[in-house]
């Protein structure tokens, strides 16, 4: 596609409610990363993938806290049991290579309210 | 751990002025730093980067400079215009493994008409 493309734009969810966030990166984009915006604040990193290999997940903030990406290329973070803290800006960003040529295009992102 | 702070957190300006947003990082070992501009609901978007080994860049009226020594980087922006009013963040890239980005805590800047 042109872009990265993320759905949905808007999410509510209850408290304790699981929840999906889907990615669609730029077409032959090898890197893909998930970050998370608090209002206010800078993104954080939560995971990035190579292809489909998860090789770093060291910023999802709990083990309710799942992202896969079985083909390499539409991605998915999956919240379980959300819970207030949780509400933020998903951001997911793509890049064509690992290597410092690359810059990142991202995503307008998932708006999480958790209520 | 890896950190990125900036400053100012606001900054207002009256339009034609110069606005300068400040950053440093503390990962000696970061070689690569973007920033991006983020308008109110939408998406960051990159407006500049620059590489360790510049000390510095310019894109008309947007320039970065970069002390290595001092683990700092500077954007610039001359002659500003009401539509550079957005939240600006500069980032730090990792060099071990994933190259993920440390970002700051943002700058709010608004082009006063």
């Known amino acids: 596609g042109a872009g990265v493309s993320q759905s949905p734009r808007y999410k509510v969810a209850k408290r304790g409610q699981d929840v999906a966030l889907r990615c669609d990166p730029i077409s032959g984009h090898v890197s893909l990363f998930w970050y998370q915006q608090a209002l206010g604040q800078g993104p954080e990193f939560l995971t990035y993938f190579q292809n489909e290999a998860q090789l770093d997940k060291s910023g999802l903030p709990s083990d309710r806290f799942f992202a896969e990406r079985p083909e390499g290329s539409v991605s998915t973070l999956k919240i379980q049991r959300t819970q207030q803290e949780d509400s933020a800006v998903y951001l997911c960003a793509s890049s064509s290579g690992a290597q410092l040529n690359y810059g990142y295009t991202f995503g307008s992102g998932t708006r999480l309210t958790v209520v | ?113």
């Open chain 2, 1 to 113: 751990g890896e950190n990125v702070e900036q400053h100012p957190s606001t900054l207002s300006v009256q339009e034609g002025d110069s606005a300068v947003i400040k950053c440093t990082y503390s990962d000696s070992a970061s070689n690569y730093f973007p920033w991006y501009k983020q308008e109110l609901g939408k998406r960051p978007q990159l407006i500049i980067d620059i590489r360790s080994n510049v000390g510095e860049k310019k894109d008309q009226r947007i320039a970065v400079t970069l002390n290595k020594t001092a683990k700092h980087f500077s954007l610039h922006i001359t002659e500003t215009q009401p539509e550079d009013s957005a939240v600006y963040f500069c980032a730090a890239r990792t060099t071990s493994g994933t190259y993920k980005y440390i970002f700051g805590t943002g700058t709010r800047l608004k082009v006063l008409a």
